[in-house]
């Protein structure tokens, strides 16, 4: 079946490019500059984190190849355990501040798109 050539075109709602997207969201983000840096550099100390552990371990293994003193190994077993207590806070941390940005990001665009919605002409 086709269309009627009479029939007016309809015009759906406005689509955004990528460039628009990505400056809404990046403003979105600079609106809220203390939340952003704050989650950014939380996950990025708890992934530096979660880096010590496999180089810890690796002095560890050759420390007792070379047959080293019980209380350097002690050492770096703490240091290890340390280091995984350390990622496991920082990474709940950076994911509570990351889905809290996250969240109201979201209502922010949700409440703006209901409202250009709103304001548009009822035909």
Same mark, same amino acid.
């Given at each position: 079946? =086709?269309?009627? +050539?009479? =029939? /007016?075109?309809?015009?759906?709602? +406005?689509? !955004?490019?990528?460039?628009?997207? @990505?400056? =809404?969201?990046?403003?979105?983000?600079?609106?809220? +500059?203390?939340?952003? !840096?704050?989650?950014?550099?939380?996950?990025?100390?708890?992934?530096?984190?979660?880096?010590?552990? /496999? @180089?810890?371990?690796?002095?560890?293994?050759?420390?007792?190849?070379?047959?080293? /003193?019980?209380?350097?190994?002690?050492?770096?077993?703490?240091?290890?355990?340390?280091? !995984?207590?350390?990622?496991?806070?920082?990474?709940?941390?950076?994911?509570?501040?990351?889905?809290?940005?996250? $969240?109201?990001?979201?209502?922010?665009?949700? $409440?703006?798109?209901?409202?250009?919605?709103?304001?548009? /002409?009822?035909?």
């Amino acid at each position: 079946m =086709t269309a009627d +050539p009479r =029939t /007016p075109t309809r015009t759906l709602l +406005p689509v !955004a490019s990528a460039r628009q997207t @990505w400056t =809404t969201l990046g403003a979105q983000f600079r609106d809220r +500059p203390g939340l952003s !840096a704050a989650a950014a550099t939380v996950l990025v100390a708890a992934a530096t984190g979660g880096l010590v552990a /496999p @180089w810890v371990l690796g002095r560890l293994v050759d420390d007792v190849i070379a047959d080293a /003193p019980v209380s350097r190994i002690a050492g770096r077993v703490a240091v290890i355990a340390a280091a !995984a207590v350390l990622t496991g806070l920082l990474t709940a941390l950076g994911a509570a501040l990351a889905s809290r940005l996250g $969240e109201t990001v979201l209502a922010r665009l949700r $409440e703006r798109v209901l409202d250009r919605a709103l304001h548009l /002409p009822s035909a």
